[in-house]
């Protein structure tokens, strides 16, 4: 899959850059270890904290304090602000609850939204992992990329 990414940018001339929360980098370290990935991958943030949702991803405040981080409004946001910050073509966006702990009953343990920003416009995905923190994790890394996948080839 990610070589089939990486040839649809290139192909398209296309640039992608991501924002991630609760999969903190694993889809950047999956991105860049393709050679030859500068090419296509502008870069990263990793931002845990809803400060640096706010600041470096511009998320709204508004949207973090009635939706929460983990959100699809959140996600949507993250991921337009990750393309705006970066001038990126793409960028995908992740956020949710990897676990252990930290759930709740209306956001359990392996609830993730992902957010893709193209230049067709913001798509978002809730999904509902279960397993360990890194499977969870996992899952949600190589969900994004094929939801990245799926909006580049559109």
Same mark, same amino acid.
């Given at each position: 899959m990610l070589d089939q990414l990486a040839a649809a940018l290139l192909a398209r001339k296309q640039t992608l850059a991501t924002a991630e929360s609760c999969t903190g980098g694993l889809v950047g370290a999956a991105l860049t270890g393709l050679p030859g990935s500068s090419a296509w991958y502008l870069g990263g943030v990793v931002a845990y904290a809803n400060e640096l949702k706010i600041r470096l !991803?511009?998320?709204?405040?508004?949207? !973090?304090? %009635?939706? *929460? @981080?983990?959100? !699809?409004?959140?996600? =949507? %946001?993250? @991921?337009? *602000? @990750? =393309?705006? %910050?970066?001038?990126?073509?793409? @960028?995908?966006?992740?956020?949710?609850? %990897?676990g252990p702990s930290g759930g709740t009953p209306e956001k359990p343990v392996g609830l993730v939204f992902i957010g893709v920003a193209a230049p067709h416009g913001t798509a978002t995905f809730k999904h509902h992992f279960s397993g360990s923190r890194a499977e969870i994790r996992q899952a949600a890394t190589e969900t994004a990329l094929r939801h990245l996948l799926e909006a580049v080839e559109a």
């Open positions: !991803l511009g998320v709204p405040a508004e949207t !973090l304090a %009635a939706h *929460g @981080a983990v959100s !699809l409004e959140t996600a =949507r %946001a993250m @991921a337009a *602000g @990750a =393309r705006a %910050a970066t001038g990126a073509d793409f @960028a995908v966006a992740i956020t949710g609850i %990897a």
